[in-house]
């Protein structure tokens, strides 16, 4: 990213309460409880506008459970959910896409006999007009085929037939199509888990410029990775999540692989790192 692209972020930024940019998206307090399981404990989350946050964490940390109250897959126990800094509750998926959340799961949840331009309008479909659409319900293939190229084109994913089954397409072109649907519709911000995964190292390439691009329009991501390599190369600010809490907030200019990975194991006192208060970090 270019030092230009660094100071456009940072001045589009409004300020908040501390001084510091206002939260596209943040929590406070948030825990879940399955019996006697406590997956998240008085987790915070903030999201700064047009940035790239990493959310990292052992396995079992509660990442997921944070992430799937984020995106209202499920609901907290307690705790409170900003968007804007407008107080909300989903009670479903639907709901956070409603308010401009796309999230992009690690199995992609593509229709792989449909067509590229069907999946990216999947449940989404543009009708055609007059009796045609509102009373018989037929979608508008011309247009949705325009659309799908024209997101693409504008990811720079070289997709040049939207007609082609999403099951013709390599694992980084599908992850590609994945990501374009929640760039074409998350107005506020797009969640990604563990896009490159399964991915290789060309592929996984093409996934992080992706996300690059979408960050360089101004539409923060949340990226959930144990790829410690890509989380360093991507993110202007890494969340650490441990025993179902924010442990820390660093900042990979600041800090090695080291410092994250032994805040993540608890090795490490967060404090001694400077960790600080997320609000008033800027991304880069």
Known sequence: MSERERGRRQSTAAP?????PTPVLEARGLSKSYGHVEAMVD?????LPGEVLAVVGDNGAGKSTLIKALSGAVAPDRGEIRLDGERVSFRSPIEARARGIETVYQDLAVAPALDIASNLFLGREIRRSGVLGSVFRMVDAAAMRAEAQHQLDALGVRIPDVRQPVESLSGGQRQSVAVARAAA??????IMDEPT???????????????RRISARGLPV?????????????ADRIHVHRLGRRA???NPRDHTMNDVVAVMTGAADPESLGGGTPAAREPR
Not at 197 to 211: N, P
């Open 222 to 234: 949340v990226l959930i990775s144990h790829n410690m390599p890509q989380v360093f190369d991507i």
């Open 248 to 250: 820390a907030v660093l």
């Open 43 to 47: 987790a915070d989350f903030d999201l």
């Open 16 to 20: 908040g309460p501390s001084g510091g």
């Open 197 to 211: 995964a399964a991915l290789g190292v060309r592929e996984s390439g093409m996934v992080l410029d992706l996300i």
């Open 185 to 190: 519709f998350g107005t506020r911000l797009v």
